[in-house]
């Protein structure tokens, strides 16, 4: 018997990659009986950082091993979106200072709930990802590279979502391309303060792929995203926007207030802040 559970602790090191965690269900699915684990984090070979998942000991956990996690050994469809999308790839603007950042993903599911019990310093928001009609046939968007650094690489076919490579062991994170993560952006803003945040991002925007942003606009289900989206885009002036035509896509009808106020832009119809200028 100690031969026999020596061996399954054994395959249990070469199962669970170092720095990544799982829960329960999985260990149990893969014949670790809650007894032998308990037994396991009683000996010190498993850690438990929340009740019902667990890890195999060393440095603190980081909010991408937690991702990598729910993607890679999990198999959740869960990405990385809106403004955390844009930061890991250098375009959010503002420099994240100190921890307790929020850490934004998105998922058609509720997610487990010991995913907010995690003892880390950043915290995970969680969106339903209804933005975008999946299913609406319009063509895949090809996934590119996020960075012009070689270590990181394309990842999954799908609307939007590319894949990047992180840590020591080069774990894959799905997450958002520039494109979608800036639409996702414009979708969770309330406030005049966030639309300017928003404004101050588009201003580095340079290099969106008109292909990518027509793709996911065809199939973007929020008339004060797509509106706000070209408002922002036309006061910046970036040349990709000469690719792309608004009135090509659902506008909806009639003035739409973001917030209270602002100026109504005459063409799109959506208030904006005063401090923007010439965008409306």
Request: contains cysteine; positive net charge.
């Amino acid at each position: 018997m100690a031969e026999l559970n020596r061996e399954k602790l054994n395959l249990l090191q070469q199962l669970l990659p170092d720095g990544l965690l799982v829960d329960a269900a999985w260990l149990r699915g893969r014949g670790y009986r809650s007894n032998l684990v308990a037994y396991y984090v009683q000996r010190g070979w498993l850690d438990a950082p929340a009740r019902g998942v667990y890890r195999r000991p060393g440095a603190p956990l980081k909010w991408q091993q937690v991702v990598a996690s729910l993607q890679n050994l999990l198999a959740l469809p869960v990405h990385v979106g809106g403004l955390t999308a844009l930061e890991i790839q250098g375009k959010g603007h503002f420099v994240r200072l100190g921890a307790g950042q929020p850490v934004h993903l998105y998922a058609p599911a509720a997610l487990p709930g010991w995913l907010f019990k995690l003892p880390l310093q950043d915290r995970f928001i969680h969106y339903r990802a209804r933005l975008f009609n999946e299913t609406a046939g319009a063509a895949p968007v090809v996934p590119v590279p996020v960075a012009e650094d070689p270590a990181r690489r394309a990842g999954p076919q799908g609307i939007g979502l590319t894949e990047i490579v992180w840590g020591g062991y080069d774990w894959p994170l799905s997450c958002s391309t520039l494109e979608r993560a800036y639409l996702e952006l414009l979708d969770e803003i309330v406030s005049h303060e966030e639309i300017t945040h928003a404004n101050l991002i588009m201003q580095g925007l340079t290099t969106l792929s008109p292909r990518r942003l027509k793709d996911l606009l065809a199939v973007c289900r929020s008339v004060k995203v797509k509106r706000l989206f070209f408002a922002l885009a036309e006061h910046n002036r970036h040349p990709w926007l000469g690719e792309i035509d608004s009135a090509a896509f659902d506008l909806g009808k009639g003035k739409r207030q973001l917030a209270p106020g602002g100026k109504l832009h005459p063409k799109y119809l959506i208030t904006l802040p005063q401090d923007l200028g010439d965008a409306y």
